[in-house]
């Protein structure tokens, strides 16, 4: 006769409301959706974190984060990658990072840190006197050679260090 199993004593907890277990999450630990739609993910270095957040990115932001994961991959093979502050970071060891993604209602922003440096400039201002943004809306037309054309110039180029 086998006795019956003790509870660990920690009990499952329903997801917070509005919040969807994602693609890429545990049944334990669903990846909560911040405003906006962008994944609460665990800052960590390497692929594995990165992959959980274009994972847990909603709808058709998840295909832009795909896309541009592997057009970043293909085109800085040595590239080191990151979940910083809720969104995926991509850089160059040793010389910080080169660019930034974050999910939000009506766009994937995509933020070049030099991106005044760059060649075209990318169309987005920002607060910070360096940093340039591409804003990728639902049925924009991706322009892949210009994306990695950026992409190249800005991972030659000294990066942020935070």
Do not use: C
């Amino acid at each position: 006769m086998t006795k019956p199993r003790k509870s660990d004593g920690k009990s499952k907890s329903p997801p917070e409301v509005g919040a969807e277990a994602q693609p890429g999450a545990s049944e334990d630990k669903p990846v909560r959706l911040l405003s906006g739609g962008n994944p609460q993910i665990a800052k960590a270095d390497g692929d594995a974190p990165v992959q959980a957040y274009i994972a847990a990115m909603p709808g058709w932001q998840r295909d832009i984060g795909s896309w541009l994961d592997s057009l970043i991959v293909r085109n800085v093979p040595n590239v080191r990658k990151a979940v910083k502050w809720n969104s995926p970071f991509y850089g160059i060891e040793g010389q910080g990072w080169f660019l930034g993604v974050h999910t939000f209602t009506h766009y994937v922003k995509v933020a070049f840190f030099l991106g005044t440096s760059l060649r075209p400039v990318p169309p987005g201002a920002s607060k910070g006197k360096d940093t340039r943004y591409i804003d990728i809306r639902e049925g924009d037309k991706l322009d892949e050679e210009q994306m990695a054309t950026w992409v190249k110039q800005a991972a030659a180029l000294p990066g942020w260090v935070p």
